[in-house]
């Protein structure tokens, strides 16, 4: 976990994983994500970035938990995992939290590793509607992970404030960041069909999350009343 006792170390991977989400809250679906990734990209550790506040989840009327209590599930959830991370980085900034602000923190901390930003294909069909989503690629390499219903290549899906800067690979699962040369991978993973916002429903109607989130941090979660009597579009 530690990178220290790695530096020393020159066929140690340098690629960090960066995981942003709301975990509103963690599910399995996010933690075999992030070890799959992990497992397909050897990657050194994945930082789970919980947002503080997330502005497009905010303007979808989503029921929110508390940032803390969020950042707290998901320091239950990976503690038994010695590659897995939380950061606590945009509880600590004000304001909105953007990922660009994120992932340009991150790299000047983390130097000389690369950063390999994880995120689901529903997020980043809407990458357009990020802040400068066009200089995302060039902060990071991207790994995007398939989530049911999933489909089509990377040509498909690749956001239109990318598709200039970036070279299609030949296989049509990824892409190359012209300039910068960092990389696009779409991967696959296990299809989990699991949501926050279904969870949510379920907490909302008193049924159980059992299996459905990780088990450190389900009694957390369920005892949590953010989520009962919110209705939510
Ligand atoms: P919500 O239902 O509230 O929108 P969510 O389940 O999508 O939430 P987030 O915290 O928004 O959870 O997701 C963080 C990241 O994890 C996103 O990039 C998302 O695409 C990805 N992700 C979430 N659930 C899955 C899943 N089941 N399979 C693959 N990726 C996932």
Partial sequence: MASSANEWRPFVSRLVGIFGGTFNPIHVGHLRAAEEVAEQLGLARVLFVPAADPPLKRADGQALAPAADRLAWVTAAIRDNPLFEASALELERKGPSYTVDTLRALRAELAPA?????????????????????????????????????????????????????????????????????????????????????????????????????????????????YRGTAEP
Avoid: M, N
């Fill in 114 to 226: 690369e950063l390999v930003f994880v995120v689901g294909q529903d997020a980043f069909v809407d990458l357009d509607s990020w802040r400068q989503p066009e200089v995302l690629p060039t902060l990071a390499h991207f790994a995007v992970v398939t989530r049911p219903p999933g489909g089509g290549d990377l040509p498909d899906w690749l956001p239109s404030s990318l598709a200039a800067s970036c070279e299609i690979d030949a296989d049509g699962q990824g892409a190359r960041h012209r300039e910068a040369g960092t990389w696009i991978r779409r991967l696959e993973i296990s299809a989990l069909d699991v949501s926050a916002t279904d969870l949510r429903h379920r907490l909302r109607e008193g049924r159980s999350v059992r299996y459905l989130v990780p088990e450190a941090a389900r009694e957390a979660i369920e005892k949590s009343l953010s």
